[in-house]
Every structure is written in structure tokens, then in C-alpha cells.
């Protein structure tokens, strides 16, 4: 408990930053503007839902980079220079026009400059903060993209029944612009050497781990991410178009926004029962059925008959292995490669 008496400010930082960030933003948004979008000016579901995409993979690519200069730079200005340019880039998707390329251009803004306000940069800080609770730590700090969850897609709905489908973007907008980025700067930061628990430096207070290379080296990363890819894969795919996958169901949208809700549950409630399974217990050997979930939720998600009780529970069953996938990669990247250069291992 001392960690958390020393670390609690940074890790309540971390854990609305995280529900700002780029990280559960946009699958929460988009998933509810794509019918409205698709009304307004014919694009497929196919053709919206790859911004996200161009979003996604730009992020992905640049993870490496800006956990480098997390790295390098120290977290904190990492952090909040990204969470102010992600709210303001977030928010230029109100202007957009009757043209996909326009529109792709401005999801590939998001994921150049959003990648920062995601638990690449967050769980750098909190693995320095925390040792032996850092499962629940990390658990606790992730629960910020379940707040979004269950938050955001109602948040979304007012915006959109008050000034339509645009005016969800610089809505949800705030959320980085002015609750999470004045937070962060009164009080998330990395600790000082002698603040750190024990094992995380050597006698000259330098960080100890494995570089890049070196940790690519060893089979453990390549298992670990392909482990992750394969997740992200079947959690991804199903979670963007969930509003849609309950439509075709026959239910309307405010059911739909239930479900993502009930998504929310799912994440909220694997990210802190994995997190202390984790801190008791061989994490591989946790990892693996858990990482079964979806295609037992893709199986219940599929046709177009399913009763709601169904969806629900495929939902659950979904967010319940999106919620332990990201406490399996910050974990097991602090705790096998260690903080020398975690942020550009994570990445």
C-alpha cells in the first residue's frame, strides 16, 4: 500500500488521461456518427470505418517513435503535448466535407498526433510508480478507456440528438482539451530515483532492462505480439461496428449504445480482475483463456437474429479480453524487458 500512498496522483492522472486519450476516443465516437455519415453522404460503412483504420495503423507504426521520447524526454511532456494537439485534431473532424480522401486526411492527423495520450506514454510512469501491486495499478489506470466506454457513447448521442453528427467531435473534444490535460499537468509525472521501489535502477540510479534489440532478440516479444495482433484483430473488427452489429440485430440505436456500454463493463471488469490475478499468479498461464473470449463473442454477435441477453453477453465477453489484452502488454513488457527503454518496447 505505500506505493499507493506514494503514487496515487500520478495513477488518478494517468487514469483520466487514458479516458481522454486517443486510445478510446474515437472507437466510441465513430461507431455512432457512421449511420448518420452514411445517411448524409452515401459512404458505405466499409469506406467510414477505414479512417479508423488509416487511424489506427498511423498510430501504430508511430508507437515505437513516441515511446522513444517518452524514453528519452521523461513522459510528462510527452503526454500533455499530445493530449492538447489530439483534442484539437479530434475536433477538426466537424468540418468535414462530402469528400472521402478529406476525411481519411484528417483520421491520419488524429493517429500522427494522438498516440501520446494513449497507455503507451501513461504506463511508463505508473510501471516506475508501482513493483508489486503494479497488475492492479495498471489495472486501475486502464480502467480510464472503460469510464470512456460507458461514458462517451452516451456523451456522443446528446451531442449528436443536440447539433447533429459533427457536433460530436469537438464535443468529446473537451475531454482532452480540459479535464484530463489540466490534470495531467498539476499532477502526473515520473518518480524521482529515490522515490522508485526497489529493482527498478541499478546503484547509480540509472533504469535497468533490455533495449530494443535486444528484447526482439528473445522469443518472448515475438510471442507476445502475435498474441496481441491476433486479439486486436477479432476485439477490433467487431467492437468499431458494434452499433451496427445491434442494428442489424433489430434493435435501434439507444440499444446499441447500451451494448457498447455493456462493452465498457466488460473491459472495466478484465482490466482490474486480471490486474490482481496477475500480481498473484503465473501471467501467461491467466493470459491465455482470456484471449479466447472473442471468438466466443464473435460467435454470438453473428447473423441477424441474436436476443438482446445474447449480444450482451457477446459485448461483455468482448470488452472482457480488450480489458485484459492491454494489462497482458504493459505488464509483461515491464516485467520481462524492464524500464530501460519500455516505452519504445511497448510501442
Not at 496522483?9 to 481522454?20: C, E, Q, R, T, Y
Not at 485534431?89 to 500522427?112: C, Q, R
Not at 445491434?246 to 456500454?261: E, I, K, Y
Request: glycine share 12%; with cysteine; charged share 10%.
Amino acid at each position: 500500500m505505500s506505493e499507493f500512498s506514494k503514487g496515487w496522483k500520478p495513477l488518478a492522472a494517468a487514469l483520466i488521461g487514458v479516458a481522454a486519450g486517443a486510445s478510446p476516443l474515437p472507437f466510441n465516437v465513430l461507431p455512432l456518427v457512421m449511420g448518420p455519415i452514411h445517411a448524409e453522404y452515401g459512404w458505405s460503412f466499409l469506406q467510414i470505418s477505414l479512417g479508423v483504420t488509416i487511424f489506427g495503423i498511423t498510430a501504430a507504426l508511430l508507437a515505437p517513435y513516441i515511446g522513444g521520447l517518452a524514453d528519452r524526454h521523461g513522459v510528462r511532456p510527452v503526454t500533455l503535448i499530445s493530449l492538447l494537439i489530439f483534442g484539437i485534431a479530434f475536433s477538426l473532424l466537424w468540418f468535414t466535407p462530402d469528400n472521402l480522401m478529406v476525411f481519411y486526411g484528417f483520421w491520419l492527423l488524429v493517429g500522427i498526433v494522438g498516440i501520446g495520450s494513449t497507455p503507451v506514454t501513461w504506463s511508463r510512469a505508473i510501471s516506475m510508480w508501482f513493483y508489486r501491486r503494479r497488475g492492479l495499478a495498471l489495472g486501475i489506470m486502464l480502467l480510464g478507456t472503460s469510464l470512456a466506454g460507458m461514458a462517451v457513447p452516451q456523451l456522443a448521442r446528446l451531442a449528436i440528438d443536440f447539433g447533429g453528427w459533427r457536433f460530436a467531435f469537438p464535443a468529446l473534444a473537451v475531454l482532452p482539451l480540459l479535464v484530463a490535460l489540466p490534470l495531467a499537468f498539476l499532477w502526473f509525472r515520473e518518480p524521482r530515483a529515490e522515490e522508485r521501489p526497489a529493482g527498478l535502477s541499478d546503484a547509480s540510479g540509472a533504469l535497468v532492462g533490455l533495449t530494443l534489440g535486444e528484447a526482439m532478440r528473445g522469443y518472448r516479444f515475438w510471442v507476445l505480439f502475435a498474441s496481441i495482433l491476433l486479439v486486436a484483430f477479432a476485439y477490433g473488427g467487431a467492437h468499431i461496428h458494434m452499433a451496427q452489429i445491434v442494428a442489424l440485430h433489430g434493435f435501434d440505436p439507444a440499444v446499441a449504445a447500451t451494448v457498447m456500454s455493456v462493452v465498457a463493463i466488460g473491459i472495466m471488469s478484465g482490466r482490474i480482475l486480471v490486474g490482481l490475478a496477475f500480481d498473484r499468479w503465473w501471467a501467461p498461464g491467466i493470459a491465455f483463456p482470456v484471449l479466447l473470449l472473442p471468438a466466443i463473442a464473435c460467435w454470438l454477435l453473428m447473423g441477424s437474429s441474436s436476443t438482446l441477453p445474447l449480444l450482451m453477453a457477446g459485448g461483455f465477453l468482448l470488452g472482457f479480453a480488450a480489458g485484459a489484452e492491454s494489462d497482458i502488454i504493459a505488464f509483461l513488457a515491464a516485467r520481462y524487458f524492464g524500464m530501460r527503454q519500455y516505452g519504445r518496447i511497448y510501442g
